[in-house]
């Protein structure tokens, strides 16, 4: 089996941590670099009950998307429940790996992946500069209409399910799509010419001018759920370095739902 030195290593040369922005918090969590490690567990958040689900598979690595403590902390106390999660990984041998915006601008980084769950043909990046975003194609034209209920019924069930913004009934060929949050990208996404966009976190004032200035149309899905694919791309990745290995590792993702929002109600009545 390897030691956890070992495969953190193989991670970073997947996911540097130097193509990481300055603001993120990636790399190791905890965990002993000489532990053995013989199950891993991937998910997209490091909260509670993905922790209580490692200890419950055996798992002694989870590798994680979003990061723990992502603006630092002055302590990892019990009492506070990012420091419950320390605790319970630590009391059982586990370690926490975090690939957060290492893993966005990775090739294959997070955007093939969705691209992937999508069914797309991926033609090149959103953001070439720092590799951000993918461009696709569709395997034949679409409505707007039509490619959101592709993504309603590819990625991961939400309470939010997809929003979307545009003439339902427009033509779509090209798309662009970036995992997570994305209403940030909407100059590049003009740029690139596409008929639609595919992200997270769309806030009212951005989708606004958007749709002002152009027939784009826009495809909202919950964050976690644009991610997860990730999940199971990054999760082969290491099943082949494994295997390359001769490390025969076990290797799980999970399907756990972390997305924090619990149910969605249409509201019949009409604006006071």
């Not at 490692?54 to 420091?83: C, E, M, N, Q, S």
């Amino acid at each position: 089996m390897p030691r956890l030195s070992e495969v953190i290593a193989e991670l970073d040369a997947l996911w540097p941590p130097e193509r990481a922005e300055s603001w993120d918090a990636v790399g190791t969590v905890c965990g002993d670099p000489d532990a053995e490690v013989t199950r891993v567990l991937f998910a997209v958040d490091p909260v509670q009950d993905i922790a209580d689900e490692a200890i419950a598979l055996g798992a002694d690595l989870i590798v994680t998307h979003h990061p723990l403590y992502l603006r630092g902390t002055t302590t990892v106390a019990a009492g506070h429940f990012k420091g419950r999660v320390v605790h319970t990984l630590i009391k059982h041998d586990i370690a926490l790996h975090v690939a957060h915006t290492n893993a966005d601008t990775a090739d294959p980084g997070v955007s093939d992946a969705l691209a992937g769950a999508l069914d797309l043909r991926v033609t090149g990046p959103l953001v070439p500069e720092n590799n951000l975003g993918r461009i696709c194609e569709l395997d034949r034209p679409e409505t707007l209409a039509e490619f959101a209920a592709r993504a309603a019924k590819r990625l991961p069930a939400t309470a939010q399910g997809i929003r979307v913004a545009g003439d339902p009934g427009m033509t779509v060929r090209r798309v662009a799509v970036s995992g997570g949050s994305g209403d940030g990208l909407f100059g590049a996404v003009r740029a690139a010419g596409v008929d639609a966009f595919l992200t997270a976190d769309l806030r009212h004032h951005p989708v606004s001018e958007a749709t002002q200035q152009s027939p784009l149309g826009l495809v909202d899905a919950a964050h976690w759920a644009t991610e997860w694919p990730w999940c199971e791309q990054a999760a082969a990745q290491l099943d082949e370095i494994s295997d390359r290995h001769g490390w025969d590792l076990r290797v799980h993702v999970s399907k756990t739902v972390t997305d924090p929002w619990s149910s969605h109600h249409t509201s019949p009545g009409a604006p006071n």
